[in-house]
């Protein structure tokens, strides 16, 4: 209808005048701007909305340092599994007396890992991946890359583990 | 050129033919009313907007003794949670003003006569449906008011004879309001009633399709070439969507400039909050319940109340019944009488229950 106006009130022998398609196109800029500011200022609380949880676990796994209460007394030889930020992690107390933390979250799919006391190496039940349980090497398996190694500090009352940088 | 051919290909593959041809020969007419028209699209547009904030806050909420937890972490801690719940809260109330302004200007407008009957019969099944989606929302976040709210109105169903009792009980999953009513009301709130509601839903707008937009009698009268219709579409559409862009932006204002307030943990313990009222839509309920309990006291005067409520809910259903086509003038005349006698009563009581 509005077509049919516009004929009338411009030249009919062409349609398309100038004027006409600049002013359709400014209408057309006008409108899809338009959509798109509401699009936007819907969409963005929509997405924080659902992402508020994504923000909240990000900022907890920007955690540098856990400290773990009374963890000087694990026993020699075994393990202890603790949470690193958001991820699980592991605390060795070795045979030889000397202490490694790493992270607990294999490098090859994501399972958890576990430490081994009797083979002393640490292995994924997934798809048999094996780290050296001092270093955190691949051994064997399919993982590509090491274990994240993490500092230890064992204190008095405590064990602090902190991310190398 | 492309898009042509698979618009084409979409049209014949769908049978859209029909639809399209029904559109492109709807009209809706046009006079000093024409205004009251787009009540409708409002109410089911406020409809749509609490569909998509109702199923984002179900992203969080969790019913049952967390719910209070829940609503509090959506309200003070989720990003935006408090615009999300303001907004279904806002659209929640002017879903249910536009429903009552698009009734009584259906009614006013006569066209719940031949034959539109079934628009009228399914938009009061659709408005009942409504205010239960009003009541077992309001009790969702377990907060003082809507505990003491839903303590109250499961009274209205308590107060039949022999039967009321199992059924308040059933409905609250207790012999008071607690985590299992929370449940309860939560189930009704997201799957019962929207299963219920969306057939409904459908057939209502399927028959404003079908029938179009009924003129009012002064319009009936003139001559059919005195009349003026325009297309409904795109014309009417295009009006229809703008109405929806300013009611979105008065909603969005509404829930951003005053949000929706969490009250304190509901605690069963403790007494009433003084001046504790229902909400709007509920309030001439609650004034006449108060009135005639001034005059007839006791269980009396409750049954009473109900009985005059329920009667004049069943006898504004069955208006198309009595006031059936325009032959009948003086039973139209009456209906019209009835008509603004209840519309001034829900005004005047519910203004009431604001102020006694």
Redesign the interface.
């Known amino acids: 209808m509005k077509d049919e106006q516009e004929m009338v009130l411009t030249d009919p022998s062409s349609p398309s005048s100038p004027e006409d398609v600049s002013r359709r196109k400014f209408l057309q800029t006008g409108v899809f701007g338009a959509c798109a500011v509401y699009i936007g200022a819907i969409g963005y ?2 997405f ?5 949880p994504v ?1 909240a676990s990000q900022l907890a796994s920007a955690v540098k340092e856990v400290t773990l209460d009374k963890a000087n007394e694990l026993a020699v030889g075994t393990a202890l599994m603790f949470k690193f930020g958001t991820s699980p992690a592991l605390l060795i107390h070795h045979a030889d007396g000397s202490w490694v933390a790493m992270s607990a979250v294999c490098t090859h799919m994501g399972c958890t890992v576990k430490f081994d006391e009797g083979a002393k190496k640490i292995t994924c039940a997934c798809h048999g991946g094996v780290f050296d349980a001092a270093t955190g090497e691949n051994i064997s398996g399919p993982p590509p890359r090491p274990l994240e190694r993490y500092d230890v500090k064992v204190n008095d009352a405590n064990v602090v583990v902190t991310k190398i940088s | 050129m492309k898009l042509e051919t698979l618009k084409a290909d979409l049209v014949e593959r769908l049978g859209l033919e029909e639809a399209i041809k029904l559109a492109g020969k709807k009209t809706v007419p046009v006079h000093k009313h024409t205004f009251w028209y787009f009540w409708g699209g409002i109410s089911l547009f406020s409809f749509l907007i609490q569909v998509v904030t109702g199923i984002l806050l179900m992203v969080y909420y969790r019913p049952g003794p967390e719910a209070y937890e829940s609503v509090r972490q959506i309200t003070y801690q989720i990003q935006f949670g408090w615009l999300i719940r303001s907004v279904h809260n806002w659209s929640a109330n002017f879903f249910l003003f536009s429903v009552f302004v698009h009734m009584f200007s259906v009614f006013l407008m006569k066209a719940y006569r031949r034959p539109r009957e079934v628009g009228w019969y399914s938009g009061i099944a659709l408005l009942l449906l409504g205010l239960t989606f009003g009541f077992s929302g309001y009790l969702l976040p377990m907060d003082e008011l809507s505990f003491f709210a839903t303590k109250v109105g499961m009274e209205i169903p308590n107060a039949i004879p022999i039967i009321g009792p199992p059924i308040a009980n059933l409905l609250r999953g207790g012999l008071e309001v607690n985590e299992f009513t929370v449940q309860r009301f939560f189930a009704l709130h997201v799957v019962i009633l929207p299963l219920l509601y969306m057939p409904l839903l459908g057939l209502h707008l399927w028959m404003v399709q079908k029938h179009g937009n009924a003129a009012p009698p002064s319009e009936e009268a003139k001559e059919p070439s005195q009349r003026k219709t325009m297309p409904f579409f795109p014309n009417f559409v295009a009006q229809d969507l703008g109405v929806w862009l300013i009611v979105l932006n008065l909603i969005s204002l509404l829930a951003a400039l005053f949000p929706w307030q969490l009250g304190p943990q509901a605690d069963p313990l403790a007494a009433a909050p003084e001046g504790i009222h229902p909400e709007w839509y509920f309030m001439s309920q609650f004034a006449m319940l108060k009135l005639i309990g001034r005059v007839i006291p006791g269980l009396a005067g409750e049954a009473a109340a109900m009985t005059l409520f329920t009667l004049g809910l069943v006898l504004w259903a069955l208006i198309p019944v009595f006031d059936k086509d325009k032959t009948n003038t003086k039973r139209s005349r009456q209906v019209l009488y009835f008509g603004i006698f209840v519309i001034l009563v829900l005004l005047s009581t519910t203004f009431m229950g604001f102020v006694i």
Do not use: A, G
């Open positions: 609380p929509v924080r909305y659902l992402n508020s923000e």
